[in-house]
């Protein structure tokens, strides 16, 4: 089994006697100074629905980082975690009016946009902001393709740009998206290109922008598949065709350019890990005759790991020798639906035959995405409380800083 946990995580997981998801915000902030050092010039805006903790992203905030935001309540958590304005965006094509408000009054003035019709509520509800528009990608590379849902054609991105500078908003930037857990480089080399295509194009209607935005999809270094195969993503190569790619677009743009990147789960996911424990390893024939073997855990699909439809959660289990009998075993969830369950078809995961009930698991890579895709506890199985280790400081979280207070009662016809 192919495993990256820090020491310091193991650490941490060791000294765990209850479930609970640990982040290490040393480990967090040093992924970010590396891919500064990668793409010098760079202006990070960390996508926060990769890891909406509050101390991982003041962490993030002293490092320099700001937040791409998707919602007023991000908006506002990225407030309290002491970013500046002018380093948050409202990153989300998709906003309703009166979010579009909100956020204008939060005070941010940087909007993503993909359409004429978001464009013009734009112009309405947040009146002299500026505005990015997002290019559609189709995903091919990643592990979670993000196409179709956002972004338009180069076409398109002209007239949604004309639109904004004849509505009296700045037409500020291009931004995209490669897909999430893109694994090719060449998918950054073929957006760039389009981004260059439609520069070019503005720029001779008299737009001339003063940025781009190079989204995220940045992969997870240590990653695996459904297989539990290494994904060993190109990383040296990626950063190579992106630091091209910058010089490219300089070149096109014809005066200075900046250029923001929104990673999530390159920065998170190797440095949140998971202390679970085991509910039950159990043999049952299934309806085709064989036996199989069941390992239930404390954590499954809806308490952390939701993204176990599209890769393997190495697995820990300490006190059970590596060279322990082992049987392979279908992993899944607590919960009483059939979806919170991990089966690799041909592959089923090596377990130690002599797990209890109660014997402690430890889930690596788990960082990313693990706090906003928990429900609010489904079957009564809660969110994992969150703890968090910096260097030789530790502390302990609420238990789920993502759920937003709710808002004023509002009457249906004031609803946009
Ligand atoms: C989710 C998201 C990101 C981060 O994606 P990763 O694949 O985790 O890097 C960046 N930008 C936008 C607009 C997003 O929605």
Redesign the pocket.
């Known amino acids: 089994m192919y495993v990256n946990v820090t020491a310091p995580l193991r650490a941490a997981l060791a000294a765990a006697t209850e479930d609970q998801i640990i982040y290490d915000l040393a480990g967090v902030a040093r992924r970010h100074a590396t891919l500064l050092r990668e793409l010098p010039g760079v202006r990070v805006r960390f ?1 926060m ?2 890891c909406p903790v509050d101390e991982v992203l003041t962490r993030l905030v002293q490092q320099g980082a700001g937040f ?1 935001a ?1 919602s007023p309540a991000e908006i506002a958590q990225a407030l309290r975690a002491g970013a500046p304005l002018d380093a948050i965006h409202f ?3 998709i906003k309703s009016d009166r979010h579009i408000a909100e956020a204008h009054r939060l005070g941010v003035r940087d909007f ?1 946009t993909d359409s004429v019709e978001d464009v013009r509520a734009i112009a309405r509800h947040a009146p002299g902001a500026r505005v990015f528009c ?1 290019l559609a990608t189709d995903g091919a590379g ?1 592990l ?1 393709g ?1 196409s179709r849902k ?1 972004g338009c054609t180069p076409s398109d991105a002209v007239r949604v740009m004309e639109t904004a500078r004849t509505a009296g908003l700045t037409p500020a930037g291009l ?1 995209f ?1 490669v ?4 694994m090719t480089a060449e998918a950054w080399r073929g957006a760039i290109d389009r981004v260059a295509g439609v520069v070019t194009v503005l720029a001779r209607r008299g737009i001339h922008l003063d940025h781009v935005n190079l ?5 997870a270094p240590h990653g695996t598949d459904r297989g539990g195969n290494p994904l060993d993503p190109p990383l040296d190569k990626i950063f190579a065709v992106i630091r091209e790619g910058m010089h490219q677009l300089r070149t096109v743009a014809g005066g200075p350019l900046d250029f923001l990147i ?5 920065l998170v996911a190797d440095n949140g890990a998971i202390r679970a424990h085991v509910a039950r390893l159990t043999t049952r024939e299934q309806l085709g005759g064989d036996r199989a073997h069941w390992l239930y855990l404390s954590c499954g699909k809806f308490n952390g790991l939701y993204e176990m439809d599209g890769l393997q959660y190495p697995l820990l289990f300490p006190g059970h020798p590596e060279d322990a009998p082992r049987v392979p075993a279908v992993i899944a969830g607590p919960t009483c639906d059939s979806d919170d369950a991990y089966d690799p078809a041909g592959a089923p995961v090596r377990v130690p035959a002599g797990l209890a009930s109660g014997d402690p698991v430890w889930i690596a890579s788990c960082g ?2 693990a706090t906003s895709y928990t429900t609010q506890g489904f079957n009564g199985f809660s969110p994992l409380p969150y703890t968090w280790i910096d260097g030789d400081r530790a502390g302990r979280g609420a238990p789920h800083p993502a759920a937003p207070p709710l808002a004023a009662p509002v009457t249906l016809g004031e609803v946009a």
């Open positions: 996508a629905k990769a791409d998707a990153g989300n094509t993503a997002r990643a979670w993000l956002f931004s998206h897909g999430s857990q893109q989204g995220g999809g940045l992969p929104e990673p999530g789960r390159h990313a995405y």
